[in-house]
């Protein structure tokens, strides 16, 4: 079985960069700007083995419980981590600097695919189209300044009966507080509102001392 001393050797090289936060199973690119990007190692079913899983969220989602919002394992050159490999401490370096890294690097609001957006130009990133529920889109247009597409997508989750327990807290803060502000065009307060809501998920995921505030997209558009 996989042991928490395992993990904490095979991450152990990672603990001393800058550009990297290790914090039990994971790895998160620092510093922080709108999006969490990183990897965790998962346990698998054999005693020998784990997966490496790649993650990312929006860091301003008001109702996101962990900063892990898509997660998916990735098999590197078909391999399979085994613990008993001679060198695994080498080949998993490898992979992270070769494959891994690379691939989350270039993630941002602006790479994530949306389908209004035109056919990005550059090899496919992996989760580049990670945010693919409704009020996943319905954020990643409002940080973009797109608040045409992000009414539209708001105005699907009107459709959605209230009270659910899960839903519930997603609907009130984009429904009840966001939309009005889309609405009226608001640009000053929508913006101030996603500052808002990602303080307060960096400091419920216990992040804010790997965060940069930085401007949202919308906050460098021309005002209208």
Request: net charge negative.
């Amino acid at each position: 079985m996989t042991t928490r001393r395992q993990i904490d050797e095979l991450l152990r090289p990672y603990r001393q960069r800058k550009d990297l936060h290790v914090r039990g199973h994971e790895i998160y690119l620092v510093p922080i700007h709108h999006v969490t990007r990183g990897l965790r190692i998962y346990r698998t079913g054999e005693a020998d083995r784990f997966d490496i899983a790649l993650f990312v969220g929006l860091s301003f989602d008001p109702a996101l419980g962990s900063p892990r919002a898509v997660s998916q394992v990735f098999r590197y050159e078909n391999w399979l981590a085994r613990w008993t490999e001679p060198n695994l401490q080498q080949h998993f370096e490898r992979i992270i600097r070769e494959y891994v890294l690379p691939s989350l690097r270039p993630l941002n609001l602006a790479t994530f695919a949306i389908e209004q957006d035109p056919p990005r130009q550059g090899p496919e990133l992996p989760l580049e189209d990670a945010f693919e529920l409704v009020h996943m889109k319905a954020l990643l247009h409002t940080a973009r300044g797109d608040f045409k597409a992000a009414a539209a997508s708001l105005e699907v989750l009107t459709e959605i009966p209230r009270g659910h327990r899960v839903m519930e807290p997603v609907l009130s803060a984009l429904l009840d507080h966001l939309r009005p502000l889309i609405l009226a065009n608001d640009r000053t307060a929508v913006a101030a509102m996603l500052h808002d809501w990602e303080a307060d998920s960096i400091g419920r995921w216990e992040l804010s001392a790997h965060h940069e505030r930085t401007p949202f997209p919308l906050e460098l558009q021309p005002q209208p």
